[in-house]
C-alpha cells in the first residue's frame, strides 16, 4: 500500500495537475487574513469551505490521472480497492497538509482579534477535516461512477458544491427538497455553528451533527467503493 501511495503521489506530483489547487488555497488564505483583527471561528469557517472546494479539485484530478491501461495495471498489481483506497488517502494528506497551513498562518501573523485557546484550534482542525472529507465525497462521487458522463464531471462537481452551500436558502424556498438533499454532504449544518464566533453554543447539538456527519462519510465512501468496484468488474 505504501508503494501504491508513494507511486502515485509522484506522478500526480510530477504532472504539475497540484499546483492550480494548491496556489489557489494559498492565495486565497493569503488574502483572507490581510487584514488583521478578524474573527477566528468565521474565519476557519471561510478557510475550511476553500478546503472544501480546493479537495473537491484534488480528488477530480487524482481520480482521474491515470489513462485506462496504466489503471488496468495497477488493478493487477495491487487490486481495485486498494487502488481507490490510495487516491483517498493521498487526497487526505494533501488536504491535511494545506489545513495546517491554513490554521496556523493567522496565528503567526497574529491576525485575530483575540487569542487562540485550545478549543478554537480543536473546533478549527474539526471543521477543516470534516470538509476535507465532503470534498473527497464529492469528488469522487462526479469522477469515478456512470451516473455522470465524462465530459459533464467538472459541472456535476460544482453544482453539487452550490446544493450544499446554498442548502438553506433553497430548503427554506421549497421546503420538500430538504428531504432529497439529505443525499448531499451536510456543509452548512456544520457550518452554521462557526458563523457566531462564540465557542457557549457548542454543545449536545454540535455533537450530534458532527457524529451525523461522520456517519454520513462511512456510509458514502462504502457505496462509493461498491459503485467504482461494480464500474470496473
Same mark, same amino acid.
Request: charged share 15%; no cysteine; proline share 5%.
Given at each position: 500500500m505504501h508503494g501504491l501511495i508513494t507511486?502515485?503521489?509522484?506522478?500526480?506530483?510530477?504532472?504539475?495537475?497540484?499546483?492550480?489547487?494548491?496556489a489557489t488555497f494559498l492565495v486565497w488564505i493569503v488574502v483572507l487574513y490581510h487584514y488583521s483583527g478578524v474573527e477566528i471561528l468565521s474565519s476557519y469557517?471561510?478557510?475550511?469551505i476553500v478546503l472544501y472546494l480546493v479537495t473537491?479539485?484534488?480528488?477530480?484530478?487524482l481520480c482521474s490521472m491515470e489513462e485506462e491501461a496504466e489503471k488496468n495495471m495497477l488493478f493487477v498489481q495491487v487490486g481495485k480497492i486498494r487502488y481507490l483506497l490510495g487516491k483517498w488517502i493521498i487526497s487526505m494528506l494533501i488536504a491535511?497538509?494545506?489545513?495546517?497551513?491554513?490554521?496556523?498562518?493567522?496565528?503567526?501573523l497574529?491576525?485575530?482579534k483575540e487569542a487562540v485557546q485550545p478549543i478554537h484550534l480543536g473546533l478549527s482542525i474539526l471543521i477543516h477535516l470534516l470538509l476535507a472529507i465532503f470534498g473527497i465525497l464529492v469528488g469522487s462521487f462526479s469522477s469515478i461512477t456512470s451516473f455522470i458522463p465524462k465530459r459533464y464531471t467538472?459541472?456535476?462537481?460544482?453544482?453539487?458544491?452550490?446544493?450544499?452551500?446554498s442548502y438553506d436558502g433553497i430548503v427554506e424556498q421549497l421546503s420538500l427538497l430538504k428531504w432529497v438533499f439529505i443525499i448531499f454532504p451536510p456543509v452548512v449544518n456544520v457550518?452554521?455553528?462557526?458563523?457566531?464566533?462564540?465557542? %457557549?453554543? $457548542?454543545? &449536545? =447539538?454540535f455533537c450530534i451533527i458532527s457524529s451525523f456527519a461522520l456517519l454520513y462519510s462511512i456510509i458514502?465512501?462504502?457505496?462509493?467503493? %461498491?459503485? $467504482?468496484? &461494480? =464500474?470496473?468488474?
Open positions: 507511486y502515485q503521489f509522484k506522478s500526480y506530483i510530477r504532472s504539475f495537475k497540484i499546483i492550480p489547487p494548491a469557517a471561510v478557510s475550511s473537491t479539485w484534488i480528488s477530480m484530478n491535511i497538509v494545506l489545513m495546517l497551513f491554513a490554521i496556523s498562518y493567522p496565528i503567526l497574529d491576525s485575530f467538472w459541472l456535476s462537481a460544482v453544482l453539487i458544491i452550490a446544493i450544499t452551500l457550518i452554521n455553528f462557526f458563523e457566531p464566533d462564540d465557542v %457557549k453554543h $457548542f454543545g &449536545k =447539538e458514502a465512501f462504502s457505496v462509493l467503493l %461498491k459503485l $467504482f468496484l &461494480k =464500474e470496473e468488474s
